[in-house]
């Protein structure tokens, strides 16, 4: 069964970085798929973040590039996000998700991340 | 960006009834497009990819069709155990993009 799991700080200072990782069980990144993150704002929809393919190619959304950079760690099975210079809109509950080309079928539980002085 | 939007954003119908929730893209996506089901606490589940084909163990209540810019998403008896918010979704070149959701609960 493939499990999920993030990781990470829950409280970032605006303007810092966000990182958070996914520890992948039950599959191994470097046999494929693709690894992504997505994000709810409290009382919002999902937004999908970026994903990463197992050998590095990334994907971005377009609005979010300039400050996104996910990355894959095969040897630990586990794959990261850094989010720079957060403000009080990038509040919400970041999921990782494991996803064909097409649709994601395996989700973390997800982690709430405030940013807030 | 190709922009998703939902309707109605949220909606109440009665045990039985049919349900109707409809997404449009900003532009042509073909079929590209699939639906989720959301429930509180729990990780989203995938009911229909590529417009209108049931993913495997979905209930066959649940149907999707459209192409291009309009779609649909139907429960054709609502259970209690729908309650839920539904995303529509896009794909394009591992790029993602979900709808707006549409809460569903019942009366």
């Known amino acids: 069964q493939v499990q999920l799991q993030e990781s990470g700080p829950g409280l970032v200072k605006p303007s810092e970085t966000l990182s958070l990782t996914c520890n992948v069980s039950?599959?191994?990144?470097?046999?494929?798929?693709?690894w992504g993150w997505i994000r709810q704002p409290p009382g919002k929809g999902l937004e999908w973040i970026g994903s990463?393919?197992?050998?590095?190619?990334?994907y971005y959304k377009p609005s979010l590039k300039s400050r996104v950079t996910i990355s894959v760690d095969t040897s630990k099975n586990q794959f990261s996000l850094k989010l720079s210079s957060v403000t009080a809109a990038d509040t919400a509950v970041y999921s990782c998700a494991r996803s064909s080309d097409i649709a994601f079928d395996y989700w973390g539980q997800g982690i709430l991340v405030t940013v807030s002085s | 960006d190709i922009q998703m939007t939902q309707s109605p954003s949220s909606l109440s119908a009665s045990v039985g009834d049919r349900v109707t929730i409809t997404c449009q893209a900003s532009q042509d996506i073909r079929n590209y497009l699939n639906w989720y089901q959301h429930k509180p606490g729990k990780a989203p589940k995938l009911l229909i990819y590529d417009a209108s084909k049931l993913e495997t163990g979905v209930p066959s209540r649940f149907s999707g069709s459209g192409s291009g810019t309009d779609f649909t998403f139907t429960i054709s008896s609502l259970q209690p155990e729908d309650i839920a918010t539904y995303y529509c979704q896009q794909y394009d070149n591992v790029i993602f993009t979900f709808g707006p959701g549409t809460k569903v609960d019942v009366k």
């Open positions: 039950g599959y191994s990144i470097s046999s494929g798929y693709y």
């Open positions: 990463i393919y197992h050998s590095g190619s990334t």
